[in-house]
């Protein structure tokens, strides 16, 4: 005859014998769900245990009862994993100097791309193209801030994922990705189809001139470098994060820095070259355009289908659009911006510096958010109370005085502005990029806006990420995209502030570099 035990809170893990259950305590949003299992005992008799499961195993995620990176803000730092298979690393706990350490060297290299970024701007301007059709100049901000509504976005989901163990097996690894690359190439082509409606409106409001040819051109030159930057940066950022993750660094405070570091650079170089290339067709082909926007547009179904298989990008496929379209029209309006002042003498200089001024921001900001995402994630599931006390609005003093770790992270990025910002004017004076001199009061009104950029954006950060949270939106997926494109709308309008405002006390030389 077989015997059934009364039921008891262990986990038999490969129905060896029984253990006992080392989560007996749960934190907040995190209570256990039992569930019954037969295992077969030394006789042959089946054996009923209660398994203990949580939350996150209840949606068929793995548990991965990770330590937080500060202790003192975990409520279940004494848990331990039991989960079927080894553990993965957990993240360690974080001092200022080792977020700082890991985040400088993908910092500067983020930098050092928005830089040459800046340059190539500053050379194509010059090109017809650019003159002609003055609305490519709109499309520059909507296209380098996809970095922020795909590839950023993108980094931090993965992030996330990979820190709580979603990508450990070559199974859940190969269904993140295909799954999140068909989703960002069907965010991309709409996207970027939408940035070029966006450039059309924008542009034809201030003169009243409507060009069909030059619309198709903007649509053709927008739709293409949002789908090939996409699918090359998506790559590039997949690599990263499992790569992170072996070496046992955090993917957080590297994945979203490398995101932009080559991301402004590759597409603004796509949006020159494109551009330039179907503008040579303009007078010959010029069925071309819609030929290019339909190729782009018959992929759609395809990625699609694939989006819909990961259940991880299903949901974002359907609810994922507002903050990807609102952010767009965002840096839109910053695009607006930087077309008016780029060719106006006074404002010489713009070209170069609005890449790099919108890059750090943008970057900063989406490794706090990230972060802060991360944490969350850690405590409990989208829509549960997870912290002791949730706040409804911080105050700066809590975002950036507080002594936990998300405060900390917050204030190491902040001290990354000056330096950071003071290493990449000196490389662009030394590549006399600009037309213009860095004088001393050039650099103090600079990191004004810059300081001032990235004290309102990592604000913005605490304050949205927490507020997404307690409404169910994972902010992964919402919090990034409008956050780097306030970033790209403050850092182009209070860099042009900054250029009127030397303007008017005489302060700019732009005989340099002419």
């Known amino acids: 005859m077989s015997s059934k035990p009364e039921p008891k809170d262990i ?102 791309g928005t830089v040459a970024a800046g340059m190539v701007l500053d050379i194509v301007q010059h090109w017809e193209v650019f003159q002609k059709v003055t609305e490519v100049f709109i499309l520059v901000p909507a296209l380098l801030g996809l970095k922020g509504n795909l590839e950023m976005t993108l980094a931090s989901r993965l992030s996330t994922a990979a820190n709580i163990g979603q990508m450990d097996t070559p199974k859940e690894l190969w269904r993140m990705i295909t799954g999140n690359m068909a989703l960002i190439q069907v965010q991309a082509t709409v996207v970027g189809f939408l940035a070029s409606i966006a450039a059309v409106v924008f542009g034809w409001i201030p003169d009243g001139h409507f060009s069909i040819p030059h619309a198709f051109l903007l649509c053709a030159s927008s739709v293409a470098t949002a789908f090939i930057a996409s699918l090359v940066l998506g790559m590039i950022m997949i690599g990263v994060i499992i790569g992170s993750r072996k070496i046992g660094i955090n993917p957080d405070n590297v994945a979203t820095p490398i995101a932009a570091s080559l991301g402004d650079l590759i597409t603004l170089a796509l949006l020159s070259g494109i551009s330039w290339g179907l503008y040579l067709e303009l007078k010959h082909w010029r069925y071309i355009y819609p030929l290019v926007c339909a190729f782009f547009v018959a992929l759609l179904p395809v990625w699609v289908v694939l ?65 802060i995402s991360t944490f969350l994630h850690m405590n409990g599931m ?69 300081l001032l950029q990235v004290l309102i954006l990592l604000y913005i950060a605490d304050w949205m990420v927490h507020w997404m949270w307690g409404r169910g939106l994972d902010p992964d997926n919402f919090s990034i995209p409008y956050l780097t494109a306030l970033g790209d709308l403050l850092g182009t309008g209070l860099l042009a502030l900054s250029f009127h405002v030397l303007w008017l006390i005489g302060d700019r030389d732009t005989d340099v570099g002419d």
């Open 382 to 450: 989208p829509g549960e109370n997870s912290e002791p006390t949730p706040r409804r609005c911080p105050s700066p003093c809590t975002t950036f005085f507080s002594p936990d770790v998300n405060s900390r992270s917050a204030r190491v990025l902040f001290l990354l502005v000056v330096p950071g910002h003071l290493v990449f004017l000196y490389t662009i004076s030394c590549m006399q990029g600009g037309h213009t001199t860095l004088t001393f009061i050039f650099i103090i009104f600079y990191m004004t806006a810059a």
């Open 307 to 371: 989006a819909r298989r990961s259940p991880a990008t299903r949901e974002v496929l359907y609810s994922g659009w507002e903050p990807v379209i609102i952010a767009m029209a965002i840096s839109s309006v910053g695009g607006l911006i930087l077309d008016k002042t780029v060719s106006d003498p006074n404002f010489a200089g713009m070209a170069v510096f609005t890449p790099v001024i919108n890059g750090v921001g943008g970057n900063l900001v989406a490794v706090q958010a990230s972060r």
């Open 11 to 112: 986990h038999q893990p490969n129905g060896t014998g029984p253990t006992p259950s080392p989560c007996s305590s749960d934190g907040p949003g995190r209570e256990p769900l039992a569930g019954t299992s037969e295992f077969l005992g030394p006789d042959g008799a089946g054996v009923e245990v209660v398994v203990i499961e949580s939350r996150a195993n209840a949606k068929g995620v793995r548990e991965e009862d990770a330590l937080l990176e500060n202790g003192s803000q975990s409520n279940e730092s004494d848990d331990v994993s039991t989960d079927r298979g080894p553990a993965p690393p957990s993240p360690l706990k974080e001092t200022s100097f080792s977020i700082g350490l890991q985040v400088l060297f993908p910092f500067l290299l983020a930098g050092f």
